[in-house]
């Protein structure tokens, strides 16, 4: 059966992402792995039927709503979203005065006392723009709480940020003094 880009992109995130090692890949420090290795190890683990190409991989990425992977030079890399163990380098810059973050009313006792923490991935992730932030914090509550976050302020206490792809940013942990309910 041939295999939704949905799944496929699942498949690539949880290997790019999550676990190279179940592929027996290494991602390089900017997390990116040899694209014909990748293809060959995707189909070994998950026998695609027709098998995955490099076709199909740039079909998933030009159909994508988000963009998630990157492909340069022959090789392809998760653009966020990490956490194997070891950061990813991702390249630091000044992000947009103000950025989003969705989630979910539960977690908030909890990020209110401690921040925002990165938890299972290597950093916070961030969004450009609310109904993108209701989209991430709609995946943990359907009705979910969206903070603003000052990122100058943030900046000048020396919260790092770094560029995820158009649309998301990541940043180390963020103290709950640089962000508020909207
Ligand atoms: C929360 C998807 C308790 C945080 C999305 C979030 C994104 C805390 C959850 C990307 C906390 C972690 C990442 C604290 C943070 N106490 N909870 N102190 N600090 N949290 O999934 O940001 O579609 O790891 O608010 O679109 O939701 O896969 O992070 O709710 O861009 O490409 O802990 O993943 O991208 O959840 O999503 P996640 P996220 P893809």
Redesign the pocket.
């Known amino acids: 059966m041939q295999r939704s880009r949905k799944f496929i992109s699942k498949k690539m995130?949880y290997a790019l992402r999550h676990n190279p090692g179940k592929y027996g890949l290494k991602l390089d420090e900017y997390g990116y792995t040899d694209l014909h290795q990748f293809i060959t190890a995707m189909n070994r683990v998950h026998h695609f039927e027709p098998p995955l190409t490099a076709t199909a991989i740039n079909d998933v990425i030009a159909n994508s709503t988000?963009q998630?992977f990157e492909i340069k030079k022959d090789r392809i890399c998760a653009l966020?979203?990490h956490s194997i163990p070891g950061i990813i380098k991702h390249q630091e810059a000044v992000p947009p005065a103000i950025l989003y973050?969705g989630?979910?009313h539960r977690?908030m006792p909890?990020?209110t006392e401690?921040?925002?923490?990165p938890?299972?991935?290597q950093f916070?992730?961030l969004s450009t723009d609310i109904p993108m932030a209701k989209q991430?914090g709609s995946?943990?509550d359907p009705q979910p709480v969206i903070l603003q976050v000052d990122t100058i302020a943030a900046r000048q206490a020396g919260v790092k940020f770094y560029i995820g792809n158009d649309e998301?940013w990541l940043c180390d942990e963020l103290p709950a003094k640089f962000f508020k309910q909207i």
């Open positions: 995130s988000k998630r966020y979203g973050h989630t979910a977690f909890s990020i401690l921040g925002l923490l938890m299972q991935r916070v992730h991430v995946r943990h998301v």
